[in-house]
């Protein structure tokens, strides 16, 4: 049993999942020979596995108030995987804790900011949203804001930010002044504060295609970019063509005739 429960726990730590019967059993056996070794092999197989970030992410995303839907009234399905999915991929690929962070906090303000780095700022457009009729939009994008002020207070700096909002208060390490002064980093993105029914994607948004999807859209813009040459070239040349026809003083009586005839 010693051998089964220690092999358990770095499993259920590392992963959120049982043992398999086989794990057990290749653990058991290693441990026979060397237990330090078989726990130490055990834990690098562990962190391995794609089930360490998935297991790890669980967290952060209750913390970064992550869903699949908005959350309110009708609540549609939205598309906020993409974000899901680069928060197991930052923890299985080890990325360094400030720069998860600062990633998701303004990662399209870096400089040449990749897609992985803008697709890690939908952490701060997790919050609700509605499309119900009535509805004010400046309401709902002062509301996105605070949102977004108070999940960076509670999970960045373990603060609640909630009180200052309405008024300063003598236990309250921030006053409103301070609240609304860092309010205003979180109300500078371009979004409209409501969703309709016909797009589920509120804007400002990223499209992120497949490798696939990328290099046809590369052999595309390819493509337009040379038609796009090509047609200024033939402008150009018929242009030229033109000026010349009018230059010569051959086509003076049949351009006097044209000009007649307007």
């Known amino acids: 049993m010693t051998g089964v429960q220690t092999c358990a726990l770095p499993i259920f730590d590392l992963t959120g999942l049982p043992p398999s019967p086989d794990e057990i059993e290749g653990f058991q056996q290693s441990?026979?020979?060397?237990?330090?070794?078989?726990?130490?092999?055990?834990?690098?197989?562990?962190?391995?596995?794609?089930?360490?970030?998935?297991?790890?992410?669980?967290?952060?995303?209750?913390?970064?108030?992550?869903?699949?839907?908005?959350?309110?009234?009708?609540?549609?399905?939205?598309?906020?995987?993409?974000?899901?999915?680069w928060?197991?991929?930052?923890?299985?690929?080890?990325?360094?804790?400030?720069?998860?962070?600062?990633?998701?906090?303004?990662?399209?303000?870096?400089?040449?900011?990749?897609?992985?780095?803008?697709?890690?700022?939908a952490f701060n457009r997790l919050h609700r949203l509605t499309n119900e009729g009535g509805s004010i939009s400046a309401e709902w994008l002062a509301e996105n804001a605070a949102d977004r002020l108070h999940t960076f207070g509670t999970t960045f700096l373990a603060l609640t930010f909630e009180c200052a909002r309405c008024h300063d208060h003598k236990y309250d390490p921030l006053s409103s002044r301070e609240y609304y002064s860092l309010t205003a980093f979180f109300n500078s993105i371009d979004e409209n504060g409501l969703y309709d029914h016909a797009s589920k994607v509120p804007s400002p948004s990223l499209l992120l295609p497949t490798p696939e999807q990328e290099q046809a859209l590369t052999k595309a813009r390819g493509e337009v970019a040379a038609a796009e040459t090509a047609l200024a070239e033939a402008i150009r040349a018929g242009d030229a063509r033109f000026q010349a026809w009018l230059a010569d003083p051959a086509r003076a009586p049949e351009i006097a005739d044209l000009e007649g005839t307007f």
């Open 31 to 85: 441990a026979i020979r060397n237990r330090q070794s078989a726990i130490d092999s055990a834990t690098t197989r562990l962190l391995a596995s794609p089930a360490f970030g998935e297991h790890m992410a669980a967290a952060w995303l209750d913390a970064a108030r992550y869903a699949d839907s908005f959350g309110y009234q009708s609540d549609q399905l939205n598309t906020q995987w993409p974000y899901r999915d």
């Open 87 to 121: 928060v197991v991929r930052a923890f299985n690929d080890n990325l360094p804790f400030d720069q998860f962070l600062t990633h998701q906090l303004a990662g399209d303000l870096l400089p040449d900011a990749t897609r992985d780095q803008r697709l890690a700022t």
